[in-house]
């Protein structure tokens, strides 16, 4: 079945250590996005890229960075410089149109330790 | 600029009621509008969207929405609520003129069904 894969889906940090949580997707859509999502916050944008080798900033990409070296994949990691990393992280995909809005996948949920 | 607003954090409805879970928008052109649904430490699943053409549209798990252009609202409708309905729901929106295609969502409204 097509879908997106997340992994792990708990994380643990230390303090000071980058982490990087996958996100590989094999419905051959163009787009990709990850979220962040905090309680009574909704979602908010991190990072999206339409195609590969590109990649746009969201509103709140400060502390993350992300490659789209393959259309199946884009990883997103946690710097260091993020100076609170612990919440559930999402990554979408969507169609070329975008008519079928996003598709998700299950979440990583990352704790810093 | 795109914006959604989910004016109620929380709905509570009894099982067998009708439930509402509201959403208002702004875009500066045509909006596209979609409703998913989240499970705890779930990712956000598909219920249904708004594209064009009849304003009522039918979705996943019985659910229904219905567009409004005059009050820019795309409200999520159920006839008979089940105690399985509860979880968090979001309301999300695109311009359809826009280049980007990216959707912004509401903060989310947690629906609980009680027994």
């Known amino acids: 079945d097509g879908g997106i894969t997340q992994s792990p889906k708990y994380l643990f940090r230390k303090e000071g250590q980058n982490v990087t949580l996958s996100c590989e997707q094999n419905?051959?859509?163009?787009?990709m996005y990850w979220y962040r999502q905090d309680p009574g916050q909704g979602l908010r944008l991190i990072y999206y890229s339409q195609i590969v080798n590109d990649f746009q900033k969201g509103d709140i990409a400060e502390g993350y960075s992300v490659s789209r070296e393959k259309k199946e994949s884009f990883p997103l990691t946690v710097t260091s410089a993020q100076k609170n990393p612990t919440a559930f992280y999402l990554c979408?995909?969507?169609?070329?149109?975008?008519?079928?809005?996003?598709?998700f996948g299950s979440g990583t949920r990352l704790t810093v330790v | 600029a795109q914006s959604v607003a989910q004016p109620e954090d929380q709905v509570n409805v009894a099982e067998g009621n009708p439930l509402t879970v509201k959403c208002t928008y702004s875009?500066?052109?045509?909006?596209?509008l979609f409703w998913y649904v989240q499970y705890p430490n779930r990712g956000l699943q598909f219920l249904l969207k708004y594209i064009t053409g009849d304003n009522l549209v039918k979705g996943s798990y019985g659910f229904e929405a219905e567009f409004n252009k005059s009050q820019t609202s795309f409200h999520l409708k159920k006839p008979s609520a089940l105690v399985s309905d509860s979880a968090l729901y979001f309301c999300?929106?695109?311009?359809?003129?826009?280049?980007?295609?990216?959707?912004?969502f509401g903060k989310g409204t947690l629906l609980t069904v009680n027994p």
């Open positions: 979408a995909s969507r169609t070329w149109d975008g008519l079928y809005g996003y598709t």
């Open positions: 999300a929106v695109r311009d359809r003129g826009g280049s980007n295609y990216k959707l912004t």
């Open positions: 419905l051959n859509h163009d787009a």
């Open positions: 875009v500066s052109g045509n909006p596209y």
